[in-house]
């Protein structure tokens, strides 16, 4: 792609020369500019705002490219908001591509690249707490917020809403394909910033979309797609479970040809397939059906991207994650159902929800026209086929029993699909918060603290009712402050000339940290916490990850499969005492999933928010996560199996991530021993082996902040279907060491519980007689096997470390401290290079 820059006029060029220049170069890459993309970009240029509402696939991307452009002649910064890291780090590629890396930076509050960059990559989070910390005073002349309908998520909207308050300098470009009715909005635009708000809005899609409501049964109604040109086709399921039966029940049918099944096959020949979904995905794969859903790991995501992309996939089952930001050529859209459950409801989809969706029919380039599809309940289509089948004999018809909806169904038809065609997207809900995070970045601007913070209290986009709420709340948090000494009120001199002078002084009595709400909001009391440990403790690595995970958002199918187990047990452990089922039943409630530290958390959260405020803003969720999967020496996959979270282990890979990156960042060096070193790396090195797209870029920043180029961004036309590799597993010296030696404990574990027929399934080589007979000569000499921290140390665990084979020997912990017996094995470097995980070869258990 030739460079825009390249194209770019002198600095300060007239609004004409800029609209050619980029009008130009646009015309040089094949690109002929859509009539509404004309039009915004040369109401950008002429230095409106602009609101562009317009259908999924008419190019809002090059938009927002000429206004960075835009911005870049004129000599201001601009910032490019979404709602996911994922898409800042994607567009944030894209953009080098076309700007340079010198000029593109990206804060993510995992790290930051280049951030004094003219162009900048980041969330809506990110560039709000920026808004309420700096005000005018932010060096930003132009703001590009992509995906702008999430303005209207309870939870995140405030985010959305806050850079058009505090921001008056900047000229906005809203986007999104479902804004609804813009009106009020654009004029509040223009009230703030003394700019024209230009809208670009309502314009025919440029791949026209055809709508049909089918009553054929669901297999039918794909064969029909298959057969008549529609494909590829994305089967919209609104639960994972859901989409993965899908793609079964799909996997018997003859979806591709022999040459796409041969095509693929060749492509995904060297792809590394490393977990039980993975194998499950590879198969579904092979007969041309992509699976795509938000629990999938990364790389098999980004796999079933670039197959569709490549036109091999006639079929993918996902969820609605489609809606945002999938960039494939889909033709056909078939929903599944019109309802979706919130997290609260079941429910029909909204027309916003819907129209999100089913814009990612037919895509520009590739089709002429798209075709969305809503199948039948399942119920409806049963009797239809049963009436059909009783033709006209009247005896038969009155025979037909008709089938019911299932209970709870939440009622949906034809006439619900029609509406939901010519629903014009919700107008946008403002959803305004005031929290102390907030407070405190606007205490600390300083200046007119009151003004400023009347102004975000009453001069939002909330009704009066709902500002006065807000006041209210503000008033309580300002009053938290002072009482807790962050905040001080000093009188002004009423005698002084200048109103300032006059005017109180509202001040903070501690700094903010330079990231104050940009990353993990509970770093500062996890920094606390830490001084509460033992660090002669046995267990003081663990609890340090202990303290870190508790700071992280929790992962719920994991923490769910972790209350669902315990509570078996619970319940087994309770019927073997006899408590009879009604009090079992109430026990079992107070059951739940692993909280290490709980108490001795949750009053240290306490003692430092009667001193920091701020922080109850914020939940502490202790949780076992990482810890867990350490202590039960399990693999990643192992621990998946173990909790039967298959379909969710893209969600475990995510939160391992950002626990290894809370712990590397959080965590002082000075408190790190080097068992907490060692506990960091291995899980540093677990994830990279199980997919390395979610540290390698990080760690590459981070390492080198000032080399944004050195990775490629995703969706490049060459990219290769099969990732690189991660680095050699034995390379990582202090990772390997601690995956060998819970390879051991492991065994330890198992032996403990004397499981002979685990251990032998470990070990088939060495046998369950030989496990027997050396568990049958520990048991004469000691009652048990240790398994606590103790039993774990480092200490205990011999290794001599050659070129190609390690060896080792794991001393039992016993209960008099005789440690006389122990395992010896072998470990084969090569072998665990190619398996991605410890090859551990145990060759005998013996006293010493």
Sequence with gaps: ???????????????????????????????????????AVIEIVSGKNLILSTPTGTGKSLVA??????????????????????????????LVDVFGAENVGMITGDSSVNADAPIICCTAEILANLALRQGTELPVGQVVMDEFHFYADPDRGWAWQVPLLELPQAQFILMSATLGDVTELAADLSRR???????????????????????TPIHETIDDLLNTGQAPVYIVHFSQAAAMER?????????????????IAELIGGFRFTTAFGKTLSRFLRAGIGVHHAGMLPKYRRLVEQLAQRGLLRVICGTDTLGVGINVPIRTVLLTALTKFDGTRMRQLNAREFHQIAGRAGRAGYDTAGTVVAQAPEHETENLAAIRKAGDDPKK????????????????????????????????TSHMQITSAMMLNVIGRGGDVFGNIRALVYDNHEPRRRQRELALRALGIYRTLRESGVVERVPGDPRAEREAERRDEVRLTVDLQPNFALNQPLSPFALAAFELLDPESPAFALDMISIVESTLDDPRAILGQQEFLARGEAIGAMKAEGIEYDERMELVEQVTYPKPLDELLSAAFETFSAAQPWIRDFELHPKSVV????????SFGEYVAYYKIARSEGVVLRYLSDAYRAASQTIPEELKNEDLRDLIEWLGELVRQVDSSLLDEWEALRLDPAAPGLAQG???????????????????????????????????????????DALAELDPDFGADAWSDALDGYFADHDEILTGADARSSKLLLLTEGAETWTVRQILDDPAGDHDWGISATVDLAASDAEGAAVVTVTAVDRL
Excluded: C
């Excluded at 009622?411 to 939901?420: A, H, T, V």
């Design 397 to 428: 018809k009155r025979k037909i029993v008709r089938k019911k909806a299932p209970d709870g169904f939440v009622s949906w038809g034809e006439p619900s699909f029609r509406k939901l065609i010519d629903a014009v997207p919700e107008t946008l």
């Design 65 to 94: 490219i000429a206004a960075h452009f835009s911005a870049l002649n004129a000599g201001a910064r601009s910032y490019y908001t979404a709602p996911i890291k994922a898409l800042v780090s994607e567009k944030f590629f894209a």
């Design 1 to 39: 792609m030739p460079s825009l820059l390249d194209a770019a006029p002198p600095a300060g060029a007239d609004a004409d020369t800029v609209y050619l220049a980029f009008v130009e170069w646009a015309e040089s890459t094949g690109i002929s500019l859509y009539p509404a993309q004309d039009e």
């Design 627 to 634: 810890r867990d999967m350490y202590e039960r020496a399990m």
């Design 714 to 756: 995703p969706g490049s036309s060459d990219e290769p279907i099969v990732p690189p590799a991660p680095k050699r597993l034995t390379s990582n010296v202090r990772a390997f060491r601690i995956l060998v030696r819970n390879e051991l404990f492991r065994r330890v574990q198992l032996a403990a519980r004397e499981d002979v």
């Design 247 to 263: 793609a079964q029940a799909l996997s018997s049918a003859k979806v591709a040809t022999r040459d796409q099944r041969d095509q």
């Design 193 to 215: 910033t003394g700019r024209e708000t230009a809208s670009v809005t309502g314009v025919e899609r440029p791949v026209p979309l055809h709508f049909f409501y089918e009553q």
